[in-house]
């Protein structure tokens, strides 16, 4: 009696682990499979000849604009004012940030500490 009650327990057990395993792998297979379907068909899409023109004209569109741009960038050695002298240009290449000291008052133009003319 008591040998059927531990073994109809075990069994059980054994069941549910089994159960629970086979449910993870079920839908680990069915995610994967979602997947792979989904990229295939995305991939379809944009490879299919129709798209493959466009795709191409984009890329040159992209690539013309970047070596464009660059060309584009004046250069601070190169330059010359009308009489052949060189005149300095204060171009940033990029946004520049004011300085830590003055971050208090963001609203100021210079990146100098403000003075405090407190008397």
Same mark, same amino acid.
């Given at each position: 009696?008591?040998?059927?009650?531990?073994?109809?327990?075990?069994?059980?057990?054994?069941?549910?682990?089994?159960?629970?395993?086979?449910?993870?792998?079920?839908?680990?297979?069915?995610?994967?499979?979602?997947?792979?379907?989904?990229?295939? /068909?995305?991939?379809?899409? *944009?490879?299919? &000849?129709?798209?493959?023109?466009?795709?191409?004209?984009? @890329?040159?569109? =992209?690539? %013309?604009? /970047?070596?464009?741009?660059? *060309?584009?960038? &004046?250069?601070?050695?190169?330059?010359?004012?009308?009489? @052949?002298?060189? =005149?300095? %240009?204060?171009?940033?290449?990029?946004?520049?940030?004011?300085?830590?000291?003055?971050?208090?008052?963001?609203?100021?133009?210079?990146?100098?500490?403000?003075?405090?003319?407190?008397?």
């Amino acid at each position: 009696m008591l040998l059927n009650l531990v073994y109809g327990v075990l069994e059980a057990i054994s069941k549910a682990i089994y159960t629970t395993v086979a449910t993870i792998w079920s839908i680990e297979q069915a995610m994967i499979n979602m997947m792979m379907s989904t990229f295939l /068909f995305v991939l379809g899409i *944009a490879c299919h &000849p129709v798209m493959v023109i466009p795709m191409l004209l984009g @890329g040159y569109y =992209i690539i %013309r604009n /970047f070596c464009f741009r660059r *060309a584009m960038n &004046p250069k601070k050695d190169n330059a010359l004012d009308n009489d @052949g002298g060189l =005149i300095k %240009r204060n171009i940033p290449l990029s946004p520049r940030l004011p300085s830590y000291r003055s971050f208090g008052n963001l609203s100021s133009l210079s990146n100098d500490v403000p003075n405090d003319n407190c008397q």
